[in-house]
């Protein structure tokens, strides 16, 4: 298993795990919500009780006992007679229920409120729970409630737990990874630079042999030695990029066309030669780059192709822009075995391979060094399994040559 599909596995077991936490909280809250639910009903149904035997009763202490169970009630309630009309309320925001009672209306036991409230909450209430009925004076009551302020509380608690752990979490995994991914760097720019200062003796130890063959054997024109002189040059040119590793590099101005066409040149024929490369685009477009690693994206991109194409194929790229959006698009096409496109972001992520051998750094590389160092773009475009696949590379124009060529 490689690291990238170990690392989805881990993912997804804490996804299910957080699922198992997450559905053992609500079903635990949505128990003790029940219960407590059904104690309030209870509480409104001894309320409108003593309500009835307040009426009922001339004991005075038991009087006393009965008004002291009204009061008891913590649930907001509206009683309402058969014609709707509110005869008495208990739980609701003193701050809005505006009770007043005048000499003449304390004769007639009408009480006095703000219609457009008490209208809203004896709504509310009908939606939340079925009325508990009494009957007072041979005339039918009707008890209406909502939850407490507990209950809602309650009720509310299972979500604002998850939300604190999720956003937990996530600032635990934002912290981690950031602290892993820095530890991770710190590492791959001491092992690239080791690297860098390892090569540096053996290549110069291979130009001086070259040079010495030149003289012994009179070989400066032989072709063979122009060709083992450019892998020198490509190591020396590999030696610079592990030694840029870390630091910012410089951009210069250079025409994309022409940086290109010099490293397919020196690609193509150190492969295969079923397979046909062919190059095509505006050679007048100029954008900052710095080319030891530009050549390390296109070295990268060119190997996928090649490896991709089974025995016989084509790689084409094709340079174009736009003078609109200042923008230069690099398209690689070959005629390889194709990606899925549920893949096509998986595979700039480190430790994702198809190659029995293979570490899977190459393109998550070259997303980096295209998107940190060149301030560009990579994603695969267009892809067909059995087909081929086209990556573009996106670039921002700096300067348009109207004296090259097309």
Do not use: C
């Amino acid at each position: 298993m490689n690291p990238y599909q170990q690392k989805r596995r881990w993912k997804y077991f804490l996804l299910a795990f957080a699922v198992v936490i997450a559905s053992g909280s609500v079903f635990y809250t949505s128990y003790l919500v029940r219960n407590i639910a059904r104690s309030e009903r209870t509480r409104a149904q001894v309320w409108a009780l003593s309500m009835k035997q307040l009426v009922n009763t001339y004991d005075n202490d038991f009087l006393t006992y009965v008004i002291a169970v009204r009061d008891s009630l913590v649930v907001p309630a509206i009683i309402t007679d058969s014609r709707s009309e509110i005869t008495n309320w208990r739980g609701l925001d003193p701050s809005k229920t505006n009770y007043k009672l005048d000499k003449e209306e304390l004769k007639q036991r009408k009480l006095q409120y703000d219609p457009g409230y008490f209208k809203d909450e004896l709504a509310y209430m009908k939606e939340q729970h079925a009325p508990i009925k009494f009957t007072m004076l041979n005339e039918p009551q009707f008890v209406y409630y909502k939850d407490s302020a507990l209950l809602t509380q309650l009720r509310m608690f299972p979500y604002i737990q998850l939300s604190v752990i999720a956003i937990f979490l996530m600032v635990a995994y934002t912290a981690f990874s950031s602290s892993r991914k820095s530890e991770q760097n710190q590492v791959w720019v001491g092992l690239a630079k080791e690297t860098a200062h390892q090569l540096g003796t053996p290549i110069s130890s291979l130009m001086a042999w070259i040079e010495l063959i030149k003289d012994k054997f009179n070989a400066e024109d032989d072709p063979l030695m122009a060709e083992m002189e450019n892998d020198v040059k490509r190591l020396e040119i590999v030696a610079d990029r592990f030694s840029k590793i870390g630091s910012t590099p410089k951009l210069e101005d250079h025409s994309v066309y022409e940086v290109v066409k010099d490293f397919v040149d020196y690609f193509k024929v150190r492969v295969s030669n079923k397979i046909a490369f062919e190059l095509t685009g505006n050679r007048r477009l100029h954008a900052g780059l710095n080319v030891p690693l530009f050549d390390w994206v296109l070295e990268n991109l060119l190997k996928n192709a090649v490896n991709a194409i089974a025995e016989s194929g084509s790689i084409k790229v094709q340079i174009t822009g736009s003078k609109q959006k200042n923008l230069i698009y690099i398209d690689i096409i070959d005629t390889g075995k194709g990606i899925p496109r549920s893949k096509f972001d998986t595979v700039f992520q480190p430790g994702y391979t198809t190659r029995k051998r293979g570490w899977g750094l190459g393109l998550s590389l070259t997303k980096r060094i295209i998107q940190n160092y060149h301030n560009g773009q990579i994603f695969v475009k267009d892809s067909e399994v059995g087909k081929g696949t086209t990556f573009r590379i996106i670039l921002k124009t700096i300067r348009y040559d109207k004296q090259a060529k097309l």
